[in-house]
């Protein structure tokens, strides 16, 4: 099994940066994903890392480190649809684990 | 982009009723589906994973019986919650994917609420 862990809650300004940090433990690695979810939504599929590096996709980029278990999701020029829960989810073999998820909430 | 089609999106109905909720996918084949619950200001937990033509594996802790899961083609598979208590109000997800590597891509939830 995987014990993935992110932090619970995050604040910031329109316009700021956030880092959302995401780390985990697992037998059978084969991915990471993260995804959105706005209150009362399903999720919406935002990166995928298999490979060690940064995928960069317009304002947001993830990045990951197998060797450390680690991943971030960086946002860029926060916006304030941005605010929702994002959820770091590993792929142990053919099995997607999520996290507890990340509430970010953009102020103005 | 991959569209995954979920209905109901909410249901309320009485306990002991018998609920089916639908997920297809409708511009690619889904090899995998897989269902989902949510409980509030909780993550997602995996219920099953069904195959096309095969039965579904369920999680540990998932009744069967109780949620009956078929997948009969590439792109539709079925949850039937059997006899609903209250205790099995919750927000139901599923998922669908193509290939192995390929990301999952969600339907929109289904709502339910067992009076």
């Known amino acids: 099994g995987q014990n993935i862990d992110q932090p619970t809650e995050m604040t910031a300004t329109e316009g700021a940066i956030v880092q959302i940090n995401c780390t985990y433990q697992?037998?059978?690695?084969?991915?990471l994903f993260w995804y959105q979810q706005h209150a009362g939504e399903a999720p919406t599929f935002l990166s995928y890392n298999v490979l060690d590096g940064l995928e960069e996709k317009g304002r947001f980029s993830s990045f990951l480190s197998r060797s450390k278990g680690y991943s971030y999701l960086l946002l860029k020029e926060l916006q304030m649809k941005d605010s929702a829960s994002y959820l770091c989810?590993?792929?142990?073999?053919?099995?997607?684990?999520f996290g507890a998820g990340t509430t970010v909430t953009v102020r103005a | 982009g991959a569209v995954v089609s979920q209905h109901p999106s909410w249901v309320i109905c009485k306990s002991g009723t018998s609920v089916k909720i639908e997920c297809r996918s409708l511009d690619f084949q889904a090899t995998t589906m897989f269902w989902y619950r949510q409980f509030p200001k909780q993550s997602l937990m995996l219920m099953a994973t069904s195959n096309e033509g095969s039965k579904a594996t369920y999680e540990q802790g998932v009744e069967k019986d109780k949620f009956l899961i078929n997948h009969a083609s590439l792109t539709l598979s079925t949850l039937t919650v059997t006899s609903a208590h209250p205790e099995d109000s919750s927000f139901y997800i599923c998922?669908?994917?193509?290939?192995?590597?390929?990301?999952?891509?969600f339907g929109d939830g289904t709502r339910l609420s067992i009076l």
């Open positions: 697992t037998s059978g690695f084969n991915g």
């Open positions: 998922s669908a994917r193509g290939t192995a590597n390929q990301p999952q891509h």
């Open positions: 989810a590993v792929r142990e073999r053919d099995k997607l684990s």
